[in-house]
Antibody
Framework: QVTLKESGPALVKPTQTLTLTCTFS??????????VIWIRQPPGQGLEWLAR???????FYSRSLETRLTMSTDTSKNQVVLRMTNMDPVDTATYYC?????????????WGQGIMVTVSS | QSVLTQPPSVSGAPGQRVTISCTGT?????????VHWYQQIPGTAPKLLFY???NRPSGVPDRFSVSKSGTSASLAITGLQAEDEAEYYC???????????FGSGTKVTVL
């Protein structure tokens, strides 16, 4: 069974750096074609793709946020870490990680439950 | 502002058929990238409904169907049921943005 779960702070202050961890099980990110995706959803709004990390450690970021985002992996712990710098109240959102498989046309087939992050002083 | 355009809402009585359109451009849907659909019940994470243009994950009822033509795609729900009340999103890849894009979302209401 594939599962993912996001963890991190529920509240960050403006200008701080947000660090979120996606802990997954049921698949190996080292397997060819596997990817982990980050998406966010502001309250009452739609979905926005943020970043992708691939089985070969290639990383891709949303063009609008690429200067603020970095990702890393700890394959031994089955974790992917996303860092977003210079947080602003407009970054208040539920942040999700999801599995993505190239073989399925890059569909996001399994999602974590999400973590609500509020940016406020 | 979403790259893919969906109607904000659609509604129908139980048993009726509703369709949700997803309109893009030549750099995304028209570029022959796979279109995927997600269902999001309020307060929960999105769930994959269709992938690879016309593949239904196990457990998804066959009253859901999809189609694609040119720069548009659509999701149809036949035999609408109360449990289908949710927000629906289309998603694909955009070559001009070098990233994934989502539709604006459509709220389905069962009258």
């Amino acid at each position: 069974q594939v599962t993912l779960k996001e963890s991190g702070p529920a509240l960050v202050k403006p200008t701080q750096t947000l660090t979120l961890t996606c802990t997954f099980s049921g698949f190996s990110l080292s397997r060819s074609g596997m990817r982990v995706i980050w998406i966010r959803q502001p309250p009452g709004q739609g979905l926005e793709w943020l970043a992708r990390i691939d089985w070969d450690d290639d990383k891709f970021y949303s063009r609008s946020l690429e200067t603020r985002l970095t990702m890393s992996t700890d394959t031994s712990k089955n974790q992917v870490v996303l860092r977003m710098t210079n947080m602003d109240p407009v970054d208040t959102a539920t942040y999700y990680c999801a599995r993505c498989m190239a073989a399925d046309g890059d569909a996001f087939d399994t999602w974590g439950q999400g973590i609500m992050v509020t940016v406020s002083s | 502002q979403s790259v893919l355009t969906q109607p904000p809402s659609v509604s129908g009585a139980p048993g009726q058929r509703v369709t949700i359109s997803c309109t893009g451009t030549s750099s995304n849907i028209g570029g022959l990238y796979d279109v995927h659909w997600y269902q999001q019940i309020p307060g929960t994470a999105p769930k994959l409904l269709f992938y690879g243009n016309n593949n239904r994950p196990s457990g998804v009822p066959d009253r859901f169907s999809v189609s694609k033509s040119g720069t548009s795609a659509s999701l149809a729900i036949t035999g609408l049921q109360a449990e289908d009340e949710a927000e629906y999103y289309c998603q694909t890849y955009d070559s001009s943005l070098n990233g994934y894009v989502f539709g604006s979302g459509t709220k389905v209401t069962v009258l």
